[in-house]
């Protein structure tokens, strides 16, 4: 038995060994706690940039998280209103006959209520049911559906408002707005089933659309994966914006560091479907199909009764008359029908163009319509400039730069991606100054709350810029429908577009900007539809910007 001195003794002699075991412990702790520190910031702060992460891996198909952030209560209910009606569940595997096929489908023009005939200003409903490939009727809602109502002989349209009842029936309402003939079209854009799947994919799938860039440093590069969300299963950069909070990442490079990054570009497309889902993007089938009428499609409408109505109708932003758009409400729209016209209104001023290649398009059109505008050669990316064009005898600038990623371009150079609130931050403004911006389309892959904080830098740099140059013109190019393959439709769909259409308009609520309604100039109008309009609307969209900057006298 030892005594207490031998048990002094022996703790003496182990205590260096119990110390070594107990600060190499201590040690591990505080190790942890600062990767799981460091991990924190990664996911919910996102303040530093050029700045290394190592995170903990995934599960190699977990859903990748996008939105970074929690709802704010004004977020929350932004997206609660434009919340789309629930869809079906699919079954495994997809059975295509019970889905909604527009060749078993129909509207029919319901009479005038009051009976008689249709006069101008009254409001023309048709009712539109779907049915499925057996020819049953739908008893469900969640089909996307567009409607105009169009007479090409008299260079007439109008975009038409659905709505939907939930049950397989929908309404289509037109504003009636000229004499004569007036027909009624109606599009099925998707079955219901297939916004089932569009929505699965964003929030699955928000990397599908992949993007690269290139880092170098001497004789050494490496080519890494990018994108807003990235799954953590390695090292990251973070190109987080310090001034505006908008995310970046790119997979770190083995032998390089951050700082080395020198362009970006788009990579490959993935679809991401489960199968039989392409069955419901097939051109011709259920995708971009017109419905038949069951009776006549088309009305004859008289001159307007002299019967006041008192009542308030939602209208659309306007229509087209003898191929020329008229605005209904705000700004007259003056047709400037040559190249002096254009470059009198817009002598003395400078035109700032910042978005997509659908920004880009207006810069090309003012560029070839006006001789006297000479494009600078900058040597810039094709895609993504910066472009710029002078009429040095009438002091006119016009500028282009395409939004910062995710842009989906060729080649561009990673210290010419500029997010446009920081570089509308650097301009002072004034009664010659028009800043004009259209950014939607790289946007369709992300859930909504994405392109809403994107909006949301926007809208911030455009009050400052109110605020100390108010008389500076803000002019806004919503998006628009396009021609739909299965690539498009997963990547950059109508749906895609009219949700984040929504979200623009109530953005900009309560500020002094104005729109181009592209959505309405292209639904309404009787060309295809197209990512890039036809010359026809864009001259159309050019009116409705230059009557902005110069307003009728008499408007």
Known sequence: MKTGVGRIREIGVCFPKIAAIFFFLVGSVVYMLRCNISTLEFQNKMTSTFTMLRVFPVQKHQPVNCSHQQLSPEERRLLDSIAWPETPRLPVPISLKTTSDPAHSTFTILPVRAGGQWHVGDELEALIQIGDFHGRPKHFGGDFLVARLHDQTLGAGVAGRVVDHLNGYYTAVFPLLWEGQAQVEVTLVHPSEAITV???????????????????????????????????????????????????????????????RISHYKGRVSQNLMAKEETLFESGVNMKVSIHASGPDKVTVLPKEQVPDSTVKPEPAGYY??????????????????????????????????????????FEHLSRVLPDLKVFNLHSSMQCGPFMAVDTARNILVKFHCHAPPIRSYTVSSIKLSYVANALDWLDGGSNTVVVFSIWAHFGTYPVEVYLRRLQSIRKAVQRLLDRAPDTLVVIRTGNLKALTLDVALSNSDWYSLQRDKVLRDMFKGLNVHLVDAWDMVLAHHLPHDLHPPPPIIKNMIDVLLSYICPPKNG
């Open 198 to 260: 569009l929505h699965r994919l964003n929030m699955e799938h928000p990397d599908r659309v992949e993007f690269k860039s290139l880092f170098r440093s001497g004789s050494v590069s490496e080519t890494m994966v990018c994108n807003i969300c990235l799954p953590q299963n390695q090292p990251l950069c973070n190109y987080t914006d310090l001034h505006t909070g908008e995310p970046w990442f790119c997979y770190k490079p083995r032998n390089l560091n951050c700082e080395t």
């Open 321 to 362: 008359y003898q191929g020329a758009w008229r605005a209904l409400g705000g700004t007259t729209v003056h047709q400037f029908i040559n190249a002096s016209a254009i470059s009198q209104c817009l002598t003395d001023k400078v035109v700032h163009m910042f978005g997509d290649s659908t920004m880009r398009q207006w």
